[in-house]
């Protein structure tokens, strides 16, 4: 069993390796939660500004990884940065798109009978708007989350670190346990991540709400 | 009281979909609005919490120009209840009652005092339902619940746009008459709106029938059913409606005025000849009293003349003085049930125990039936 072999030898590297790659992927999915969540509810009224806001983030989700990290480079350098701004990019989409589901989902005789017994619109979002939402504003930290942590492998190629750089080192060695052991550890990673959260947005979600079976 | 003063609104500047509308209020008082889709009577009810905003016109409550209050403190002030229930589902029974008290900032002891008075009220026991959610109760308790949740803060005036609508017919049933027994003591100014007007006639004070943006008819229910203003009250009423509610019929509606006098010192042959001549069974007999007046001293129907051969025999020895005297508001089925009971053939009808109105008779119920089924259903 090469691959534990190699695990136990170099826990010590694979460990920074992975606190790196949360650092990538963590920070782009808080900078793309505290950006889109607030941009999916200013544009939430507003229908036409929400379609081409849409327009937008599919296109940037249509870009290649790669070509997305390359086009990074001339403006934040190599390293994190550039990496952790294109990763920031691809989950703006999900979140966006769920923070905008979320709110059309609000069941309009709902938001009639807040109005009707005199919330602001103010009280009406934070009130009624968010609580009913996060469960589908959640779904979108999830997807952005576990796709982030995989795309994150990606940034080593600009010098981000991260777990990618073990597979793209044991490529180049032709080191299977050392490719084995980067990628595992990043499937584990996004599927802990997606535990946490998942566990998060139980806490965030009120009893009341029958959460929809999400595919 | 709430008072709207020529009252439009219009989304296109073209057509009105409320057209200049006059309406008022009294306190205390269940009005309903009532009409087809469409004929603005939501859309008047909206204007009222302005949740929709006149185009010309006024809206007063009380004294106040609702225009000049701010949107969201007259809201709070006005209890508002629509058909898709619209409970929060993310909070617990008591925490959506307990949303207006909350926004403005009610004590939490007080709250609190409150949502279990209200909780009574409504017959969901506090321990019970009170942290529960939404979902975990049937679609009339949710509504009752709605209910709860527009008097929480002791509104004056409460808007209900077709609160019973979407539930089955035993529950709305259910939930109209709770609603009569809390309008018995609470006495708010509730105006209500609903396509049905079954609905509208049991549960209004005062109904306003609506087309066309416009009131057609305002009355009571009674009015309206009896004396429909125009043919279109008259078939969205329903010819067949009286039919329906038989209870709404009374005595005055049956009766026939035509009356026949005779008096009580003429004889037979005289009787005979009055009933051929204005082809009657029934005489009423008077007597001049001494205040010189016609006064009622009995009946006399076409059975008690025959083979009566004495020429001296007057109206005062055989008319009928043991009358059972019907007053006029007494309804349909007790007249009815009085009438089998007694086995009366004719039955005098007297307003305010003293004046007579006329005399009901198998002959004057055949026509009054024959008015109110419809023509479609006669053979």
Same mark, same amino acid.
């Given at each position: 069993?090469?691959?534990?072999?190699?695990?136990?030898?170099?826990?010590?590297?694979?460990?920074?390796?992975?606190?790196?790659?949360?650092?990538?992927?963590? @920070?782009?999915?808080? #900078?793309? &939660?505290? @950006?889109? &969540?607030?941009?999916?509810?200013? @544009?939430?009224?507003?229908?036409?500004?929400?379609?081409?806001?849409?327009?937008?983030?599919?296109?940037?989700?249509?870009?290649?990884?790669?070509?997305?990290?390359?086009?990074?480079?001339?403006?934040?350098?190599?390293?994190?940065?550039?990496?952790?701004?294109?990763?920031?990019?691809?989950? #703006?989409?999900?979140?966006?798109?769920?923070?905008?589901?979320?709110?059309?989902?609000?069941?309009?005789?709902?938001?009639?009978?807040?109005?009707?017994?005199?919330?602001?619109?103010? %009280?009406?979002?934070? %009130?009624?708007?968010?609580?009913?939402?996060?469960?589908?504003?959640?779904?979108?930290?999830?997807?952005?989350?576990?796709?982030?942590?995989?795309?994150?492998?990606?940034?080593?190629?600009?010098?981000?670190?991260?777990?990618?750089? #073990?597979?793209?080192?044991?490529?180049?060695?032709?080191?299977?346990?050392?490719?084995?052991?980067?990628?595992?550890?990043?499937?584990?990673?996004?599927?802990?991540?997606?535990? @946490? #959260?998942?566990?998060?947005?139980?806490?965030?979600?009120?009893?009341?709400?029958?959460?929809?079976?999400?595919? | 009281?709430?008072?709207?003063?020529?009252?439009?609104?219009?989304?296109?500047?073209?057509?009105?979909?409320?057209?200049?509308?006059?309406?008022?209020?009294?306190?205390?008082?269940?009005?309903?609005?009532?009409?087809?889709?469409?004929?603005?009577?939501?859309?008047?009810?909206?204007?009222?919490?302005?949740?929709?905003?006149?185009?010309?016109?006024?809206? =007063?409550?009380?004294?106040?120009?609702?225009?000049?209050?701010?949107?969201?403190?007259?809201?709070?002030?006005?209890?508002?209840?629509?058909?898709?229930?619209?409970? =929060?589902?993310?909070?617990?029974?008591?925490?959506?009652?307990?949303?207006?008290?909350?926004?403005?900032?009610?004590?939490?002891?007080?709250?609190?005092?409150?949502?279990?008075?209200?909780?009574?009220?409504?017959?969901?026991?506090?321990?019970?339902?009170?942290?529960?959610?939404?979902?975990?109760? *049937?679609?009339?308790?949710?509504?009752?619940?709605?209910?709860?949740?527009?008097?929480? /803060?002791?509104?004056?005036?409460?808007?209900?746009?077709?609160?019973?609508?979407?539930?089955?017919?035993?529950?709305?049933?259910?939930?109209? !008459?709770?609603?009569?027994?809390?309008?018995?003591?609470?006495?708010?100014?509730?105006?209500?709106?609903?396509?049905?007007?079954?609905?509208?006639?049991?549960?209004?004070?005062?109904?306003?029938?609506?087309?066309?943006?416009?009131?057609?008819?305002?009355?009571?229910?009674?009015?309206?059913?009896? /004396?429909?203003?125009?043919?279109?009250?008259?078939?969205?009423?329903?010819?067949?409606?009286?039919?329906?509610?038989?209870?709404?019929?009374?005595?005055?509606?049956?009766?026939?005025?035509?009356?026949?006098?005779?008096?009580?010192?003429? *004889?037979?042959?005289?009787?005979?000849?009055?009933?051929?001549?204005?082809?009657?069974?029934?005489?009423?007999?008077?007597?001049?009293?001494?205040?010189?007046?016609?006064? =009622?001293?009995?009946?006399?129907?076409?059975?008690?003349?025959?083979?009566?051969?004495?020429?001296?025999?007057?109206?005062?020895?055989?008319?009928?003085?043991?009358?059972?005297?019907?007053?006029?508001?007494?309804?349909?089925?007790?007249?009815?049930?009085?009438?089998?009971?007694? /086995?009366?053939?004719?039955?005098?009808?007297?307003?305010?125990?003293?004046?007579?109105?006329?005399?009901?008779? !198998?002959?004057?119920?055949?026509?009054?039936?024959?008015?109110?089924?419809?023509?479609?259903?006669?053979?």
């Amino acid at each position: 069993m090469n691959i534990i072999n190699y695990i136990i030898e170099n826990y010590a590297l694979i460990l920074e390796r992975t606190g790196e790659h949360i650092t990538l992927a963590g @920070i782009a999915v808080l #900078l793309a &939660v505290s @950006i889109g &969540v607030p941009v999916g509810f200013g @544009i939430a009224n507003n229908k036409k500004l929400a379609g081409n806001v849409m327009k937008v983030a599919n296109v940037i989700q249509t870009i290649p990884s790669l070509a997305l990290f390359a086009f990074a480079m001339p403006f934040f350098g190599i390293g994190a940065k550039p990496a952790i701004f294109a990763l920031f990019l691809y989950a #703006l989409l999900p979140i966006i798109k769920n923070t905008l589901l979320g709110i059309h989902n609000v069941d309009p005789s709902i938001r009639e009978a807040a109005r009707g017994m005199g919330m602001s619109k103010t %009280q009406i979002m934070f %009130q009624v708007e968010v609580p009913l939402a996060i469960a589908v504003i959640m779904g979108g930290v999830r997807i952005a989350t576990v796709t982030g942590i995989g795309i994150a492998t990606i940034a080593a190629l600009i010098g981000a670190g991260g777990l990618g750089s #073990l597979i793209y080192q044991g490529i180049s060695m032709m080191d299977i346990p050392m490719i084995t052991a980067g990628a595992l550890c990043s499937a584990l990673l996004a599927l802990f991540a997606d535990f @946490i #959260l998942g566990l998060v947005e139980n806490k965030l979600t009120s009893p009341g709400i029958v959460k929809q079976e999400t595919i | 009281m709430i008072k709207l003063v020529g009252v439009s609104k219009s989304y296109d500047n073209v057509t009105n979909v409320v057209d200049n509308l006059d309406l008022e209020i009294k306190t205390g008082e269940l009005v309903v609005l009532v009409g087809e889709s469409g004929c603005g009577k939501t859309t008047t009810m909206k204007m009222i919490n302005r949740l929709i905003e006149p185009t010309a016109g006024k809206i =007063f409550i009380d004294e106040d120009n609702i225009q000049e209050l701010e949107k969201n403190a007259l809201r709070r002030n006005i209890g508002y209840v629509i058909q898709n229930v619209g409970l =929060f589902p993310h909070l617990t029974i008591d925490k959506n009652i307990a949303i207006v008290p909350s926004l403005c900032k009610m004590d939490p002891i007080k709250i609190d005092e409150k949502v279990k008075e209200l909780l009574e009220m409504i017959e969901l026991p506090y321990d019970e339902y009170a942290h529960r959610f939404p979902r975990e109760l *049937s679609g009339g308790q949710q509504q009752r619940v709605g209910v709860a949740r527009a008097l929480a /803060n002791d509104p004056d005036v409460i808007l209900m746009d077709e609160p019973f609508s979407a539930l089955d017919p035993i529950t709305r049933e259910q939930l109209q !008459n709770e609603l009569l027994n809390l309008q018995e003591t609470l006495n708010k100014t509730i105006v209500f709106v609903t396509h049905d007007i079954d609905e509208a006639i049991k549960l209004g004070d005062r109904i306003a029938v609506m087309a066309d943006g416009k009131i057609v008819q305002y009355d009571a229910p009674e009015e309206i059913l009896k /004396n429909p203003i125009n043919e279109f009250v008259e078939t969205f009423v329903g010819t067949d409606r009286l039919w329906k509610t038989p209870d709404m019929l009374k005595a005055e509606d049956i009766v026939s005025k035509k009356m026949t006098k005779i008096r009580a010192s003429r *004889s037979v042959a005289q009787a005979i000849e009055l009933m051929k001549e204005h082809n009657t069974e029934v005489l009423v007999v008077v007597s001049k009293q001494e205040n010189n007046k016609d006064e =009622f001293v009995g009946i006399v129907g076409s059975n008690r003349l025959r083979g009566i051969s004495n020429h001296d025999t007057k109206m005062r020895d055989i008319m009928k003085v043991d009358i059972t005297r019907i007053p006029s508001d007494m309804p349909l089925d007790a007249v009815l049930a009085i009438r089998k009971e007694k /086995n009366l053939r004719f039955s005098p009808v007297f307003e305010n125990q003293t004046k007579l109105i006329g005399i009901i008779s !198998n002959t004057s119920i055949l026509n009054v039936l024959s008015d109110i089924i419809p023509e479609s259903e006669a053979y």
